[in-house]
């Protein structure tokens, strides 16, 4: 048994060359797989036998850097060695040849770029002139230097204006020549270095189109046959779908739904009879540049060794007893020398260099598959479509006749549609293989079939708000309704709907799941007619639990819409869907209609008109709850105990247990509605009092108002007498109070009261002991 050894890609040596080298016109391996994603990548898979140590490969240029991170090379009884290529020839432009970019640069600018070089120029007259470039020079109405007859006059041209030209400066040993660039016919380069950096630069600019192609060259062990499989993955359009969804005659049958796939060949070869595969779903997958050279800054540590300087001391004498110890000096000056040996030396460790490598294990071995022979004349039906432009369409037809062709009826299109396709769940994507080879040429797109299978549908009405666009405010689409009963995933794309032989609309779908129900509008229907009105309801409470004389209330905002359809009266009942968005994030319905289906941020409500009628109309109640916290001493408590005692979900033993609260709290109530009339009263006799004593104090000194003093007093005294009765009742009515405030809160102590549940949960009172 044959051993597959996994190939390792392990080095990207470089190809230094003057110029480039001319591309194959065949790769050394025939494609056999394509499979195609919906986020931009492609994989591809080629098979065969290459008969010496090398395999040669063809990508785009811009597709270098993603094979880079895929390319997997697998042998059954050999290995690969190396991967070579020519760098990126943009990488390896000199800065200064910046002047030939495309449109712009000149030879004065060239030239003026090489100073220092040496150079030989050939003159139009026969000569030569050898030197090293000092300077170019603009010069305008001057003599030619190199004219012999005299060179004292300049020929202006004809139609007046200066004569401008260049002045090239060489330096040929101890002496300067100038040279007219008008006069040069040809330029040498005598650094090849310099030549190099110019082809570099030239390779640079003729490489900037998309198809422009980089050979790969994949050294393998051993000089003999290698049956070789390549697999890897670059770029690739995304292929788009299109679907047909033909509706049946009769309500309650099945309809048909038929999807196609159109796949874009831009890869720079023809796919002849290819395995093709085509995926839903989004795997990631982003660019990584691996072809361009990338330096990587490092500190300069060239000063660390040189700057240094000793710092001047002054010697000191010292005196001790015992014996001079050198060592101890001797010491000190290597321990210094060695910390600062040390600090340099991990100042320079702290640079590290990055090393890059290129190559990728893989744990499955691929299975080497033969490519089967094919005749030119091989079935397309499989294929179901042809080389776009555009894809063949059924114009819509009168009733058939017996002179006619077939009919665009669902049988018809059924028949007309082969759909050989399997799918399977690969790590959560949905992989469909076609089972017929497939040929789409280069340059091209191709439409191939999918689905051919009979589904659940319906059609009816949906209004959304806005109605179905201007002009149409009020009218609702005419959609189809279906389930994907497929085992794959419909990606979004257009679908047209036929029903009755011809084509009546089309839309567009999101994404929809196998075993999901999708709607679709496909035309609008002006013959029916939808109007809402909308009502904001005020705040509502509602008590829903008492603990320890804290009430838990839950306050509502109702939004109430009333929605009216009109249309023509049908023998049959049929319905007009709404879709209605969500007033608020935290709305709910109050009620949920029958039919009703959830959406993001909306419901889908069903409307029927009865058969025989023409218009139908339904309520739809939003509610918000917020909930609150009231004590037992607000003034609504009381409203809302009545209210939460008048519920009839209540058992006996939580009745009775709150009926004496609400009693009591009614008590204390009234008692608190009378202590405040009582005030009232005081304080108005108290006012009318303070009112006579500054009557009084008015006619203290007339002597004629005896008689109104007398009555003034009279009266003082009846307001003051009246006011501190009112003051007693208050007070005694203050200390009942407070004794039923007391005999309450005995009461609430251990209360636990929930609505709906009707159960009073009994809870220790706090311990004093311990």
């Not at 149409?472 to 994907?484: D, G, L, M, S, W």
């Amino acid at each position: 048994m044959r051993k597959l050894v996994l190939a390792t890609l392990f080095t990207l040596p470089l190809l230094a060359c003057a110029g480039r080298r001319p591309l194959p016109t065949v790769s050394d391996l025939e494609l056999d797989t394509v499979v195609l994603y919906r986020n931009g990548i492609g994989y591809f898979e080629r098979h065969g036998q290459v008969s010496e140590d090398v395999l040669r490969l063809k990508v785009r240029k811009d597709q270098v850097n993603d094979l880079l991170k895929s390319l997997t090379v697998v042998d059954e009884d050999g290995k690969a060695v190396s991967v070579s290529m020519p760098l990126d020839p943009q990488a390896w432009a000199s800065a200064a040849m910046a002047t030939l970019a495309p449109g712009s640069g000149s030879l004065a600018q060239v030239l003026d770029t090489i100073r220092g070089s040496e150079i030989t120029v050939a003159t139009y007259g026969g000569g030569f002139v050898r030197g090293r470039v000092v300077m170019v020079e603009r010069s305008i109405n001057e003599p030619d230097p190199t004219d012999r007859g005299g060179g004292a006059v300049v020929s202006m041209p004809a139609g007046g204006g200066d004569v401008r030209d260049w002045k090239l400066t060489l330096l040929a040993g101890d002496e300067m020549k100038v040279i007219r660039l008008s006069k040069v016919k040809s330029v040498s380069l005598h650094d090849g270095d310099l030549a190099m950096q110019l082809h570099r630069s030239l390779d640079a600019t003729a490489g900037e189109g998309m198809f422009e192609q980089v050979e790969l060259e994949v050294r393998l062990a051993g000089a003999r046959s290698h049956s070789l499989t390549v697999s890897y993955v670059v770029s690739a359009p995304m292929w788009k779908p299109t679907y047909r969804v033909v509706l049946p005659e009769k309500s309650g049958d099945e309809a048909l739904l038929q999807a196609w796939a159109v796949v874009d060949n831009v890869s720079g070869e023809d796919w002849t009879d290819i395995s093709l595969s085509l995926t839903s779903g989004a795997p990631i997958a982003f660019r990584y540049d691996l072809h361009t050279p990338r330096d990587v800054y490092r500190s300069d540590m060239t000063e660390s060794g040189v700057n240094k300087q000793a710092a001047v001391a002054l010697g000191e004498t010292s005196w001790a007893d015992g014996a001079e110890e050198p060592e101890l000096e001797e010491f000190e000056h290597k321990k210094a020398e060695a910390e600062w040996s040390q600090m340099l030396e991990d100042e320079a460790m702290a640079v590290e260099e990055r090393r890059e490598y290129g190559g990728r294990d893989i744990n499955e071995q691929a299975k080497s598959k033969r490519k089967s022979s094919s005749s030119s004349g091989r079935n397309k039906d499989a294929v179901t479509g042809s080389t776009l432009p555009g894809r063949p369409m059924a114009e819509p037809s009168p009733a058939p006749s017996y002179d006619q062709g077939p009919s665009l009826d669902l049988e018809s299109l059924r028949r007309s549609t082969d759909a050989s396709a399997r799918s399977q769940r690969i790590s959560g994507l949905t992989r469909v293989d076609l089972d017929t080879p497939v040929t789409v040429p280069d340059g091209t797109s191709t439409m191939v079939a999918l689905v051919n299978e009979s589904i659940s549908a319906e059609q009816t009405f949906l209004y959304k708000p806005g109605g179905a666009g201007y002009g149409y405010e009020a009218n609702p689409y005419r959609v189809v309704r279906f389930e994907n009963a497929t085992d794959y995933v419909l990606e979004p794309g257009p679908i047209a709907i036929y029903s009755g032989g011809s084509f009546v609309g089309e839309g567009l779908s999101e994404a929809v799941g196998a075993g999901t129900s999708v709607t679709i509008p496909f035309a609008v229907e002006p013959e029916i007619m939808v109007t809402s009105a909308k009502q904001y309801s005020g705040q509502e409470m509602t008590l829903t639990r008492i603990v320890r004389g804290v009430l838990e209330v839950e306050s509502f905002y109702q939004t109430t819409t009333t929605w009216d359809v009109r249309g023509p009266a049908k023998p049959e009942a049929y319905k007009v869907l709404i879709r209605q968005p969500q007033s608020g994030s935290n709305y709910a319905l109050a009620k949920r209609p029958e039919g009703t289906e959830d959406l993001e941020g909306a419901w889908l409500i069903p409307i029927t008109i009865p058969a025989k009628s023409s218009s139908a109309s339904l309520k739809v109640v939003e509610q918000t709850p917020s909930k609150l916290t009231l004590a037992i001493w607000d003034q609504q408590a009381l409203g809302l105990l009545e209210q939460f005692l008048a519920k009839g979900d209540l058992d006996a033993g939580a009745r009775a247990k709150l009926q004496p609260i609400v009693d009591l709290r009614r008590e204390i109530g009234r008692i608190d509605t009378e202590v405040d009339g009582l005030r009232r009263q005081q304080a108005e006799l108290e006012q009318r009092a303070e009112q006579t004593r500054r009557n009084l104090e008015a006619i203290k000194k007339d002597s004629a108002a005896g008689s109104l003093r007398k009555k003034l007093n009279t009266r003082l005294e009846e307001f003051s007498s009246e006011a501190d009765e009112k003051g007693r009742k208050i007070v005694e009515l203050e200390s009942k109070r407070l004794e039923k405030k007391i005999e309450l809160e005995d009461m609430l102590q251990d209360l636990d009261l929930r609505a709906g549940k009707g159960a009073v949960s009994q809870q220790p009172a706090p311990s004093d002991e311990g």
